[in-house]
């Protein structure tokens, strides 16, 4: 198994852009995960999606930020428009509850910069 | 409320020091524990979990319930160390994982 994996690794866009991050999760995982990395707050939850249903947005931090998950295969978190101040590391992360441990499996994440 | 809390943002030791980062939780349950680490600009992977009672690259971590902590050690810290640190509290049956702002590790010649 290839692991998560996330696209696009890298994107430089200008403020007021559209954003799309893609996921494409470990079969078999029924949890997925998106999470924010800064320097300033750590790791954040944005949101997580149980059997392709999203369970908790209450990371999200505002209306600009959506995320869907079609298919236990594809999930997309999307930022419109986009600000500086969200430019971050997004990772996407899988697991399966009850098993491996309840292990969370992370993607290498996409780094965002907006300017 | 469920949180996860290292205090130190920086640990700074030289080669060959016992090292220890610290964690602590508040969970009303019965808490399960990780430590995740995130080597320069990779991902995060999983180092251990106290349920397994494991030593991964000499690393170990016991989960002491009285003081609310499931601190990190290492007798003799490795330059290979060097890395962020995250601990993690899973949050009751839902398979989300709480975590800790993270100590980024620097293991110095």
């Known amino acids: 198994d290839a692991g998560v994996i996330q696209s696009p690794r890298h994107e430089v866009t200008e403020m007021g852009q559209e954003v799309t991050l893609r996921c494409k999760p470990i079969?078999?995982?029924?949890?997925l995960f998106w999470y924010r990395q800064t320097m300033m707050r750590g790791l954040e939850l944005l949101i997580y999606?149980?059997?392709?249903?999203?369970?908790?947005d209450s990371g999200m931090p505002e209306d600009r930020f959506s995320a869907k998950m079609p298919n236990a295969s594809f999930s997309t978190l999307k930022i419109q428009p986009s600000e500086p101040r969200d430019s971050a590391v997004y990772f996407c992360?899988?697991?399966?509850?009850?098993?491996?441990?309840?292990?969370?499996?992370f993607g290498e994440g996409s780094w965002l910069t907006v300017v | 409320a469920q949180r996860v809390t290292q205090p130190e943002k920086l640990l700074s030791v030289f080669k060959g020091a016992p090292v220890e980062l610290k964690c602590n939780y508040s969970y009303s349950g019965s808490p399960e524990l990780f430590w995740y680490v995130q080597y320069s600009r990779q991902r995060l992977q999983l180092l251990l979990r106290h349920i397994s009672r494991e030593s991964i690259k000499g690393f170990t971590a016991d989960l002491n319930k009285g003081e609310t902590s499931f601190h990190l050690k290492k007798p003799f810290a490795q330059e290979e160390d060097s890395a962020m640190y995250y601990c993690?509290?899973?949050?009751?049956?839902?398979?989300?994982?709480?975590f800790g702002q993270g100590t980024t590790l620097q293991v110095k010649p």
């Open positions: 079969s078999g995982h029924d949890y």
């Open positions: 993690a509290l899973k949050s009751g049956n839902t398979g989300k994982l709480i």
């Open positions: 999606f149980n059997n392709n249903v999203p369970i908790d």
């Open positions: 992360a899988g697991g399966q509850l009850y098993s491996s441990g309840n292990t969370i499996y």
